[in-house]
C-alpha cells in the first residue's frame, strides 16, 4: 500500500513538473558597430515581473512562463529594444543593439504624444472600429460571458453605452460604405447604428454573416450609381478592378498580372520537379539500415514538400500573393498601388490612364543575419509591413513598417511617390492599426493582460 502511494505521489509531482514547465531563453547582447559584448542590459519579459540583466560578457538567462512572449532590452547609451520570442532555440542567440544617437533620422521620429482612450481594470477590447468619427468599442470580461458595446468620441468621452443583441462576441467590421456591423460567434450580423438625439446605440437588419460576406467581401468603394470592386486573379499573382451599375451590369476596367512573379513560380517547379526527379533516380526506397526517410524525401514534387511550415507561407502568401491596394481619393481619383511593376497608377472612373508615378518605399527589407543565431536590433531592420492604410477624414495615405515589435508609419505623397518623416508608435506590438484625423488608433497590452485602445498623433 506504502509502495502505491509513493508512486501515485510521484506521478503526481510529475504531472505538476510537466504543467508548470517553464521555459529558458538564453542570449548575448553586442555592440552593433564593434561587436564587443554589453553588460548590464536589462533584460525583462513584457507584462511580467521576470527579468535580469547581462554579465561582463553581455550574456543572460530569463526565464520565460508561456509562449509568445516579448523581450525588452534596455541600456544606458543603447536604443530601447524589443524581440517577440516565438519558440525556444536550442543555442544561444546573439543580439545586436543599436547606439543611442541624437540626430533625427529623416524617416524615423519616435512619438511620445499619445494616450489612452479605453483603460479598464475589469474589462478588456475585443475589437474597436471608427464610426462616423466616433470609436465603437466591444468590450468583455468573464471569457466574453459578459459584453458591451461603448462609442467613445475621439476625445475619450463616453456617448453610449448598450448590451450586445446576441453573445458570445466575435468582432467588429466595416464595409465599403463605411458602415460598421457587429459579428456574434453565433453566425449573425447585425448593423450598428448611432442614433445621436437618443444617445443610444442600435443593432439593425440581422443577418447571416456567411450573406453578409459573400455581399460586401469584394466590394471596395462607391463612385457615383457605380459600386466598385476588386478580385483576386487565380494563384494570387494578379488582381482585377472593375464595377457594377444599373443598366450596364458587371465590367472590368484594369486587369493586372504579374508577369515576373508567374515566371519565377514557374521556375521554382521546375526546379522542385527536376530536384525530385534526381533524388528519385539515385536514392533507393531505403537504405541500408531500413531507413525510408530517403523514400520520403524522394516523393513526386509538391510545393513545400522541402520546406517547413514557415517556408510554405512566406513562399505562398509573402513573396507571391502580392497585395495590389485601390483607393479612392476626395475627388473621386482611382489609385492603384501597382506593386508588381514599381508603379502608382492613377485611373479615371472609367478606368482610363491619368498617369503614373514610380515607387521604391515597397522594397525596404529586413536586414540578412549574419549568423541564424544572430538578431540585428538597429534601425536598419525596418522592414516594410505590406499595407496601405488611409486616413477617412482627409484622405491621406500612410504605409507601415515593422522592427521587433515596433512599427513605424510613413505618410506617402502619391504625387511623388515618396515618404513623408514617420512616427514610430512608442508602445510595442500594437494591433488592428487604424487613421483618423491625422491620429493613429490601436489595441495595445501593457502589464495587464486587458487590452486597451490608445491613440498617437502622427
Known sequence: MKQKTSLILLLLCLSLALFSQTHIFKGVLKDEKTLRPI?????????????????????????????????????????????????????????????????????????????????????????????????????????????????LNRSGDTLAIKTLPEVPPSELVKDFLLNVHYLSKNGNAFQCYYDENNRNIDFLYKTNIDSLQKIFKSLIFKISDRIYFQETQPGGFGTAIGFYQKGIGKKYIRRYVSEKKVTESADDQVFYALWNGLITSQIPASDANGDMSAAKFAQSPKLGQYMNQFDVRAYRFEFYNMVYPVIKTLDNIIIFFNFGDDVIEF?????????????????????????????????????????????????????????????RINEVDPETGKLSRGTVIPLPFPDKIEIYGGEAYFLTRNKDENLKLAKCKL
Do not use: Q
Not at 530601447?80 to 543611442?100: A, D, R
Not at 512619438?111 to 474597436?128: A, G, I, P
Not at 543565431?373 to 486616413?391: E, P, Q, Y
Open 39 to 151: 553588460r548590464d542590459v536589462n533584460v525583462k519579459v513584457m507584462g511580467t515581473t521576470l527579468g535580469t540583466a547581462t554579465d561582463s560578457k553581455g550574456r543572460f538567462s530569463v526565464t520565460i512562463d508561456k509562449l509568445p512572449a516579448a523581450l525588452i532590452f534596455t541600456c544606458v547609451g543603447y536604443e530601447n529594444s524589443y524581440f517577440k520570442v516565438s519558440e525556444i532555440p536550442n543555442y544561444t542567440v546573439e543580439f545586436l543593439l543599436s547606439p543611442k544617437t541624437y540626430t533625427l533620422n529623416e524617416v524615423n521620429v519616435s512619438s511620445k504624444n499619445y494616450s489612452y482612450l479605453f483603460r479598464n481594470t475589469y474589462y478588456s477590447v475585443l475589437d474597436y472600429e471608427l464610426m462616423n468619427g466616433n470609436v465603437l468599442l466591444l468590450i468583455y470580461r468573464t471569457l466574453l460571458k459578459e459584453s458591451e458595446t461603448v462609442l
Open 347 to 407: 485611373l479615371n472612373k472609367d478606368g482610363n490612364l491619368i498617369k503614373k508615378v514610380p515607387i521604391t518605399f515597397h522594397k525596404e527589407t529586413i536586414l540578412k543575419s549574419d549568423t541564424i543565431s544572430r538578431i540585428r536590433l538597429s534601425d536598419a531592420s525596418w522592414r516594410w509591413g505590406n499595407a496601405i492604410l488611409v486616413d477617412e477624414l482627409n484622405g491621406n495615405i500612410y504605409t507601415l513598417y515593422l522592427k521587433a515589435g515596433m512599427v
